[in-house]
């Protein structure tokens, strides 16, 4: 049977369109399933959106819709920016849903049984944009008065009758959980927050409102629904089919990793965990939290006018070149900035030049002297062995860089191989081995074929479509593009399609 492995994205509040910061973090886990699938795993990769909650009360508000029909609307939107992106996700979950509905309750309910929730009352701080509760000793004034929260996020002062979770008896627990899971919480700079966080003390969290309705059913408090992240976060069990333990999904719990961005780290790493050990349930194995993107420079905002559309950065740059961007451009934990001068130089210079030069070069000299078909290996140099060795480390490398999500270093060790396999073309130089030594020069082209066909399928993940395209150019079997089947040397002689380029130079439009 194969391992299994279950990876997510956050869901997404439909209070608004999507931008490219919801896209960056789908495609990152879309990279990391492809990447599971294609290492031999049975991966379970969930996205969605969050509902419920004040937030998309008020922006429903303000679009003169009721909640339900606003939602409806803003998941088809986020739905279809999933399929344009090109994830590959085996469930989209939205928190309206009658599963969600259930799995909540019965999580409630078993928190409850367990004695973790009592009933109180909630006087303090809110940031409905954050959707969370602050301390004064968090918050910052503005010089006209306004109490801001850490986030930017203004506070409103909300005094109501709410159950509470007893987190402040999890202080312990959880410091331990942490130390005895040293690679729970990534990056480490975040591991090093969330637990000074924890030291410093948890107050009991609210977890029922009552001044709104627009949210699950607390069960038997009429009046009551849940505070929103505890719906929010229990998406991830809904879709095993908990607490229905015979579902065949549930053999997927706990989660692998939640990929997340670093606003909602303290909600996945201590609010979280508690709730599942208060229902005696496992806790996720990590939460990998990514950095910041910023827009030449600047954040992004509407009042700026700089949010970008991720679906019409892919109608310019195209799909795999944005989702090549993403991943390499910056460290997934930390922030970066994306510009157009960047994009296209990744484009122009790594993608056109260094890999699809490499391919058409090579490519094209085995249509025009080698009658298309796949030239048989031949006794090979020292040169030759180093640059297929290097090739052939790629999956190992890759394989470790993807279990840390630190996917510019996994895109970088395969640059590595793509700039020594063009230094070897230029050395060895087939063409002119043509006249002086045509068996040699049949050697120099399998040897770089061999050298392409683990850098194109280790890229599958980042580029599904041009990876394809370029496979099928390498002749290599569809069902022969797995790790597992580059054990296998490629049949001598297999007839390879006309070449053509595998990815286009990105040209400005004429103004
Ligand atoms: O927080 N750069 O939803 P949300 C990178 N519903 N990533 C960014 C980003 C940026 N500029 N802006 C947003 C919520 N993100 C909750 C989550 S999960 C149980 C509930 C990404 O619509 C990043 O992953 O505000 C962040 O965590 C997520 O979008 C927040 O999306």
């Not at 159950?163 to 990056?187: H, V």
């Not at 490519?363 to 006794?379: D, F, K, Q, Y």
């Not at 081995?433 to 040699?440: F, G, I």
Request: negative net charge; aromatic residues 10%.
């Amino acid at each position: 049977m194969k391992p299994k492995f279950y990876v997510t994205t956050p869901i997404y509040y439909v209070n608004g369109a999507p931008h490219i910061g919801h896209a960056y973090t789908s495609i990152a886990a879309d990279v990391l399933a492809r990447w599971k699938r294609l290492d031999g795993f049975d991966v379970f990769f969930l996205t969605g959106t969050d509902e419920h909650g004040q937030k998309v009360e008020k922006a429903a508000a303000a679009a003169g819709l009721d909640p339900r029909g606003f939602a409806d609307r803003v998941a088809a939107d986020f739905r279809d920016m999933a399929d344009k992106m090109g994830l590959s996700h085996d469930d989209f979950i939205r928190t309206t849903e009658t599963r969600h509905t259930a799995t909540c309750q019965e999580l409630w309910r078993r928190i409850a049984d367990n004695g973790h929730i009592y009933l109180g009352h909630y006087e303090g701080f809110y940031a409905v944009r954050d959707e969370a509760f602050y301390d004064e000793s968090e918050l910052t004034t503005k010089p006209d008065g306004t109490r801001i929260a850490p986030s930017g996020a203004p506070v409103e002062w909300v005094r109501e009758p709410s159950y509470f979770f007893d987190l402040s008896k999890w202080q312990d627990k959880l410091l331990r959980f942490y130390e005895e899971n040293p690679d729970f919480i990534a990056p480490n700079s975040r591991r090093n927050e969330v637990m000074s966080f924890v030291r410093g003390g948890l107050n009991d969290l609210s977890i029922s409102r009552t001044t709104f309705n627009w949210g699950i059913p607390v069960p038997d408090a009429p009046g009551h629904v849940m505070y929103v992240w505890l719906d929010a976060l229990t998406n991830y069990l809904t879709a095993t089919g908990w607490p229905d333990e015979s579902a065949e999904r549930w053999g997927f719990w706990p989660a692998d990793v939640h990929l997340i961005g670093k606003d909602i780290i303290r909600f996945h790493a201590v609010y979280w965990p508690a709730f599942l050990m208060a229902a005696g349930l496992a806790p996720p194995k990590r939460v990998s939290s990514n950095g910041w993107w910023t827009v030449e420079g600047e954040k992004m905002s509407k009042s700026l006018g700089n949010v970008i559309e991720p679906r019409n950065l892919v109608a310019t740059y195209g799909l795999d070149q944005v989702r090549y961007f993403f991943m390499r451009e910056k460290p997934f934990g930390a922030d970066g900035s994306m510009s157009h001068a960047s994009l296209v130089t990744r484009i122009n210079v790594e993608l056109a030049n260094d890999l699809g030069n490499l391919a058409q070069r090579s490519l094209s000299l085995i249509a025009r002297n080698c009658e298309g078909r796949l030239p048989a290996r031949g006794e090979a140099t020292a040169e030759d062995t180093a640059l297929l060795d290097a090739a052939n480390a790629l999956p190992g490398l890759v394989r470790d860089k993807m279990d840390r999500q630190v996917f510019h270093e996994a895109l970088e060790d395969v640059w590595k191989v793509i700039r020594a396999a063009n230094g070897y073309i230029d050395r060895q130089a087939p063409w002119a081995l043509k006249k002086t030594d045509p068996a040699r020069m049949a050697v120099v082209l399998r040897v770089l074929v061999d050298a392409m066909r683990p850098v194109a399928v280790v890229l599958q993940p980042f580029m599904p479509r041009s990876m394809a395209n370029m496979l099928d150019q390498l002749g290599v079997p569809v069902e022969a593009r797995d790790i597992a089947s580059l054990a296998a040397p490629l049949a001598d002689g297999t007839a390879l399609p006309p070449p053509s380029g595998v990815f286009p130079r990105h040209v400005e439009e004429a103004a």
